[in-house]
């Protein structure tokens, strides 16, 4: 056990190392394929902001825009947090809730102004995409810190896995999830199955970019 525990200990040292270079360089490349499709949106100046840090508000509502099996309806559902009462975010992160791509910070509480780690940013798109389960099997963080840098989410970001991400770095990270092939979990009685969308041996090619493509 205690071998172990420091496995996983050098591995988080190793990904907080890998991701510690040199400080990052915003680029407006992912934010505009996302504004292009309506995913992200700037101030009321048009503003994307992109050197701000993301708050969890405004992470969950991007999340949940890509998402694209709702089986809520945003503009009806509930508020689920007392603390999300009257925010502009609290109808997608009530449905964010739902869908299970993110948490509370607590069971009553959001903190929906509280500032979102890389770390965190990556959870909830490695969630999003459907490879928690094989992130899991490592645990948080280093699972999905390893399945992300995988699926190519983290190229071109050079930020501590402790940092926290603007909204610059957010967008380059969801751009680069755009083309990812989901991953679906198929329920059978007992039984869980993972199916990859890749386009092979019979199953569809299924991303983000293609559904938002099709609306």
């Known amino acids: 056990m205690k071998k172990q525990k420091r496995w996983i200990a050098c591995l988080l040292a190793l990904c907080m190392a890998c ?5 990052f360089a915003e680029s407006a490349s992912g934010a505009e ?3 292009g499709y309506g ?3 700037g101030d009321t100046d048009g503003n994307l902001r992109l050197d701000d840090e993301i708050t969890r508000a405004e992470a969950t509502a991007l999340i949940y825009r890509l998402h694209k099996e709702k089986d809520e309806d945003v503009a009806t559902i509930g508020v689920s ?3 999300m009462t009257g925010h502009w975010a609290a109808a997608e992160v009530a449905c964010a809730k739902a869908e299970g791509l993110v948490d509370g910070t607590t069971e009553t509480t959001f903190e929906p102004d509280k500032t979102v780690t890389l770390q965190e940013f990556l959870k909830m798109t490695v969630t999003l995409l459907g490879y928690n389960a094989q992130a899991e099997r490592q ?3 280093v699972g999905y ?3 992300s840098t995988q699926l190519g989410l983290t190229k071109g970001i050079t930020s501590a896995a402790d ?3 603007t909204r610059g770095m957010a967008a380059d990270i969801l751009a680069n999830a755009l083309d990812v092939p989901l991953m679906k979990t198929m329920d059978d009685e007992d039984k869980t199955a993972y199916i990859l969308m890749n386009g092979k041996d019979g199953t569809p090619l299924q991303t ?3 559904a938002l493509e099709a609306e």
């Open 19 to 23: 991701f510690a270079l040199p400080a």
């Open 33 to 35: 394929a996302l504004k």
């Open 39 to 41: 995913i992200m949106q």
């Open 81 to 83: 947090f007392p603390d």
């Open 139 to 141: 645990g948080y963080p």
């Open 145 to 147: 810190m390893i399945v």
């Open 163 to 165: 940092a926290n991400v």
């Open 208 to 210: 983000i970019r293609i």
